[in-house]
């Protein structure tokens, strides 16, 4: 658990920096044709290397999931030579458009990485799940929350005996955040809204959904979230910060009130889609305070910012919505 020791000294001007290489991968560096990649998990394994698991396009325009091994999580990336996690149609029909967005939350009890997972069909997008110890081999669930539901983790614990998923299904009220549970990782039930889009003008308005898995701190679950703001000529997709109680995560805490990082760079605004920066991972430092922030820019390629647990909290105690409603 990540302890916020110092309040300040942070700056709450530039919460993440983006670093100057990026993009630090992209479809010239794979290792077959591909159209993008983009939307990567991210984790760091025993070895200390950092894995993405990148969403990648193909150019058939439907998406899978391929690893990228990294020692410095900067460059030298080792990509598998084929698809690590390709879509599996026969066994699994709700993939028959591909598979996209994964989320990895490692799971010590069981002492595997659980993938939550985008799959694509005729339905729209659903959340499927898989579990894994290496990468190398998976142990698929299929869809564990049925369309239209997308953006979703695992929390890495279980919570009053439950394991809990954040996720993001479109119902008619809209697209907000909510948080589901499971005895078995099978079952699940008990869903609430945790966290909604808000209206209007707002930069969150329209849609929102989680990004990286929360991170567990001593005030509660850090959660970087994209707002989805649609404008005349497109959709704007930005970062903003959310605290949710540790032990009960229906709380929210904290919610920021502006957004913390948005598209500006030329490869965030322009690509594939253009003005999107979309995070699925992040690995802590050894200090216990460095995020690296891996996001998909412009639904093109892989870019990395870097940021400070105690400075996000810090700038959370003074702009957010503490106390009032966390609706708009
Ligand atoms: C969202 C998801 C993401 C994508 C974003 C922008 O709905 O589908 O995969 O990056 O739109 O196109």
């Known amino acids: 658990m990540i302890e916020p020791t110092r309040l300040g000294g942070c700056t709450d001007v530039a ?7 990026n993009p630090i991968l992209s479809r010239a560096d794979w290792p077959y044709p591909v159209n993008s990649v ?13 894995l993405l698991l990148c969403r990648v396009e193909d150019r058939t325009g439907l998406s899978h999931l391929c690893s ?25 029909p709700e993939e028959i458009w591909g598979i996209e967005d994964p ?14 997972y985008t799959s ?48 993001r299904p479109m119902t008619t009220l809209g697209a907000h955040m909510w948080i589901s549970y499971s005895p078995d990782l099978r079952h699940w039930g008990n869903h609430k809204i945790i966290l909604e889009a808000r209206r209007g003008g707002w930069w969150d308005a329209n849609k929102i959904g989680l990004c990286s898995p929360p991170i567990e ?13 649609q404008t005349a000529s497109g959709c704007l997709y930005r970062l903003g910060l959310a605290l949710f109680d540790l032990e009960n995560p229906e709380v929210c805490l904290q919610r920021g009130d502006s957004w913390i990082f948005g598209p500006e760079a030329p490869y965030e ?17 050894p200090e216990g305070d460095t995020i690296h922030l891996y996001y998909g820019a412009a639904d093109s390629c892989i870019a990395l910012a870097t940021g400070s647990t105690r400075c996000l909290l810090a700038w959370l105690d003074a702009h957010s919505e503490t106390r009032k409603s966390h609706k708009a």
């Not at 989320?103 to 939550?116: D, F, G, S, V, W």
């Not at 929350?145 to 983790?153: H, I, L, N, T, V």
Request: hydrophobic share 40%.
């Open 15 to 21: 919460l993440f920096t983006r670093y100057a290489a």
């Open 38 to 50: 983009f939307n990567a998990a991210a984790v760091q394994l025993p070895d200390g290397d950092t």
């Open 68 to 92: 990228a091994r990294s020692a410095n999580g900067v460059d030298g990336w080792r990509i598998d030579p084929q698809p690590t996690l390709p879509a599996s149609p026969h066994d699994f």
């Open 103 to 116: 989320r990895i939350t490692y799971l010590p009890e069981l002492e595997q990485y659980a993938i939550a």
């Open 120 to 167: 694509f069909a005729r339905g729209g997008p659903g959340v499927s799940l898989a579990l894994t110890r290496d990468f190398r081999s998976f142990e698929r669930f299929g869809v564990i929350m049925p369309p239209e539901d997308k953006d979703a983790a695992l929390l890495p614990r279980r919570i009053n005996g439950y394991w809990a998923m954040i996720h």
């Open 217 to 229: 701190t001593s005030k509660g679950w850090l959660t970087i979230y994209h707002g989805v703001r």
């Open 269 to 285: 605004r322009s690509g594939d889609v253009h003005d999107v920066v979309f995070p699925c991972g992040q690995t802590i430092g």
